[in-house]
């Protein structure tokens, strides 16, 4: 059993929790995941690992509200537990892997929308730490549903925080206010982008324009998170990939977004997910449950 030690609001529906998993906390990284469970009766449901601590044996993880287990989640309490918690899984940020002075030559932005602040503040305190400085970029619709702002201050080298509504920091997009960076003469060497694929998507055209090298994470399509249903499937550089055990970081110049959006929309029905196994064949993955369980 995972106790929740520590529980905040963060904003309408979405929700923080430190998580006592002291063999997680020990072993992650950036960029990895993990997959909760409340009960034996509860939905799996992957979650980006937000911050950890290693030395209380703490996990930090941000969920928002969008069905049934994560309804059940919003209900949990200080001293209540999670059935399971899983991890870490999925492959480390490729920026632990770097070298640290290669590194620090670089001028490296990252853009978070929504929720996927989340998974971007823990790298970025890892770069912070390793004395690698970098910008962000991180916006919501509006004021109301920014999380993580005082916390990302305390490790970006600078923070530009915009909302679509103007409501708060710059009016606009996350793309809309890259393009006024490097217009107002900033450039950049890397670029990271997580948050709705949409939003990926919009991102990647630009620093592709901009010729800025940038790293995706597809954590939005992953369903079960083991490489067992295949929900998580998309194209990239012409290769078939499972966002959950290849990823869920991938080079956002070569993602097929559009593919990945539309499938992730048939994937939701029965008839959905024949049409998938007819249509992708050998390659198409049954492990969900619904295809008969071939592999």
């Known amino acids: 059993m995972y106790p929740i030690v520590k529980k905040e609001k963060l904003a309408d529906k979405i929700f923080l929790m430190d998580v006592k998993a002291p063999r997680v906390a020990k072993s992650c990284e950036p960029g990895q995941f993990v997959i909760v469970k409340i009960d034996e009766e509860g939905e799996r449901i992957p ?14 993880i941000v969920f928002q509200t969008v ?48 929720v996927g602040t989340a998974p971007v503040y823990p790298q970025v305190k890892w770069l912070h730490e390793h004395g690698v400085p970098c910008d962000v970029i991180m916006g919501s619709k509006t004021k109301d549903l920014l999380i993580l702002v005082d916390e990302m201050k305390k490790v970006a080298a600078n923070l530009y925080v915009t909302t679509d509504d103007g409501s708060y920091g710059f009016h606009g997009m996350g793309t809309n206010q890259l393009q006024a960076l490097v217009d107002a003469g900033k450039s950049y060497d890397h670029c990271v982008a997580i948050g709705p694929m949409i939003m990926m998507k919009f991102v990647c055209l630009l620093t592709k324009e901009l010729h800025i090298p940038t790293i995706v994470s ?58 998938l196994k007819l249509q992708e064949g050998d390659t198409h993955h049954g492990g969900c449950g619904h295809c008969e369980g071939e592999n």
């Open 218 to 275: 597809m954590n939005p399509i992953m369903v079960d998170g083991t490489g067992m249903c295949g929900a998580c499937r998309l194209t990239v550089g012409g290769e078939v990939k499972f966002a959950c055990v290849d990823g869920p970081e991938f080079d956002g110049h070569l993602v097929d977004f559009d593919q990945a959006m539309k499938r992730q929309q048939i994937y939701k029905t029965e008839e959905g997910r024949a049409m």
């Open 47 to 60: 979650l980006t690992i937000c911050d950890y601590d290693r030395e209380a044996g703490t996990v930090t």
């Open 67 to 114: 069905g049934a287990s994560t309804e059940r989640m919003q209900y949990l309490e200080i001293g209540d537990f999670f059935g399971d918690f899983v991890g870490p899984l999925g492959c480390a940020s490729e920026l632990v892997g770097a070298d640290i002075e290669e590194l620090k030559k670089k001028k490296i932005v990252f853009i978070a929308g929504g």
